[in-house]
């Protein structure tokens, strides 16, 4: 991608482009984050951004813009709260992402200060904790203003709604007559899971996180909200002061301690750079069992002197940084293994987690794969992990990429509990209590139940009324849920029946959680609907083991209709003989589909409930590929305005035809469509010869006309 270009590689045109790019996107993700406590992308992406942005800023130092993103803190105060002035800046902090980088601010420090590298320099280590800045300002004892860090010169009154927090003294005593105590506003795990179980059952928004429920808990113009709230505060620093609280950072939180704040108990003071690296390792450890979010470790020079002397860049302390952990992998306990059953009868264990935030988001499930996983063997039988299988009890590294499941990547042996189990997977299903059978070189063990395990058959249906298969309106994976809990639905044919079994007993429909008289109306008419049903449809719906959409296109087109494909299928039961090698002759079909079909097909219950539900439909035919079309096996690409059909209707109706329809031109391009309009793409065909056509000439190729 041009964006992501190597920084050393930019042209200085590039570079100022790319600076201002990011300058836009990170405004953008920065008022999302800080104001509407709603983050826009992941705090990953952030930092990489914000990164990039330095680094082409260090090769272009005159490039740097005035509104650079390097230069401002947090988002300037939001609409409707009172602004309060800090009269000391509120700063953020600069990061350091692994060993090297720590050392790195520590020899820089030496170097400003003069020391030498053996010279005694000692720092705090404390976590950071992952909430926001809040700065309370104290006169003669009283707390006088609260305010949010905002731009960091001027920041939101929240006064009123710090009045309603707990852990922040409402008075003070032996404090200077001036004194403002920063810290960190944050919501415990415990609180922010209950919160969020009172807001969707509230149908409220739930927050995605601790830090954002914390910051749009805080940051509300009405102080009753706050105060419903948990909110929870530790102090670790301060603003301006009327005289010093101490001459070390340790003794200056010991002091803050004394008047009645709560500050971090996993906070050290390290004598030299080992040390922080110890205790950063240990917070690390404790991370997923202290009940709340940290993102790091924050280390600060311990004497207040050479903090003095050091003082601040445009944004961040020279003092103090904040180590980060890795910001998609976190290491948690694993409780307990649970086994899901898919719908194709699949045994899938399933890690539960002590949550812990990964990359922004709670985890407290992942997936564990199959048996071979959990015992640390591939499919093939090589070890994975270096062999080392994974237990409850055991601690374990999860890892999240965007959006996809988190992962189990690896296990801590040397915090193995001494009575942890090795897991023992389970050879009857979980839910039927049928056999579970792995089949020879399949990785995954399958509950043999079929029809009668209620596992399968809930995922099934699911599967059936999902998006791609029958789509019915108000009939989502809930509802088949509750219908089937009920047992009104069993199977898919019973959906077709429902209304001749319950349209009567509506009134029964409507008293249900979630029904009206109209919602059950409603359901009715669109269950009407989708009695007509195109094949191909049809045969992704069945939720046949390796049939997806694809392959039920395939089979559709192939096959035309309903009933021949159904003999056809029927026939080809021995696995041998004309129908089977029809099957097998279709061009993209595998044995393993072909089979896992036909086998389905000759399943007496499983055929039994497909008749079932046939019998409801009006099952619409394919359009078959005539191969004696003049388009089949031809590449078409469509360019211009078509005015006489929709570009979809173009391409099916072309596909339809067997031809191949592409988005560029090429030389393996045979048929170009141009309506008006058509640009560069009609230059290439006329330079290499294309046959092109206009609307009409290719509608009476098609015999359309
Ligand atoms: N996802 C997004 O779109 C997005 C946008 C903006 C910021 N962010 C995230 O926020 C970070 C930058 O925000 P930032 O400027 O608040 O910096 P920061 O959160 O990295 O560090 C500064 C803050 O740390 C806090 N802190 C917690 N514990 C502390 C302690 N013990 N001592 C001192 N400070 C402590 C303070 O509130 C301070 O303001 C980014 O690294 C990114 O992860 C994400
Ligand atoms: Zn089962």
Redesign the pocket.
Known sequence: MATDKAVETLTQDEAVQELARLAMILED??S???RDDA?????AE??RLKSRNMAIEARFPDLKRTDSPSDQ??AAPAEGFGKIPHRVR?M??G?AFDAEEVAEFDTSIRKYLGLAPDAPLAYTA????DG??LSLRYENGTLITAAT?GDGAVGENVTENAHTIADIPQRLSGAPDILEVRG?VYMSHADFKALNARQAAAGQKTFANPRNAAAGSLRQLDPGITRARPLRFFA??WGEISSPLADTQMKALQRLSDLGFSTNPLTNRCADLDAMLAHYARIEQQRATLGYDIDGV?YKVDDLTYQARLGFRSTTPRWAI?HKFPAELAWTRLEAIDIQVGRTGALSPVARLTPVTVG?VVVSNATLHNEDYIAGRDAKGSPIRDGRDIRPGDWVQVYRAGDVIPKIADVDLSRRPDDAQPFAFPTLCPECGSEAIREEGDAVRRCSGGLICPAQAVEKLKHFVSRAAFDIEGLGAKQVEQFYRDGWITEPADIFTLKDRYGSGLQQLKNREGWGEKSANNLFEAIEEKRKIPLARLLFSLGIRHVGEQASNLLARSYGSWAEFEQAITAAAPLEGPEWERLLGIDGVGAVMAQSLVTAFAQEHERASIDRLVAHLDVQDAERPTSDSPVAGKTVVFTGTLEKMTRAEAKARAEALGAKVSGSVSARTDILVAGPGAGSKAKKAGELGIETLDEDGWLALIGDA
């Not at 983050?39 to 705090?43: F, M």
């Not at 404390?126 to 904790?129: A, M, Q, V």
């Open positions: 993700a920065n999302a984050y800080h983050p826009a992308i992941s705090d952030y930092d803190v947090g509120m953020s902090l990061n404390e976590p950071k904790i926001l800045s860090r960190e670790y620093s924050v904040a922004g």
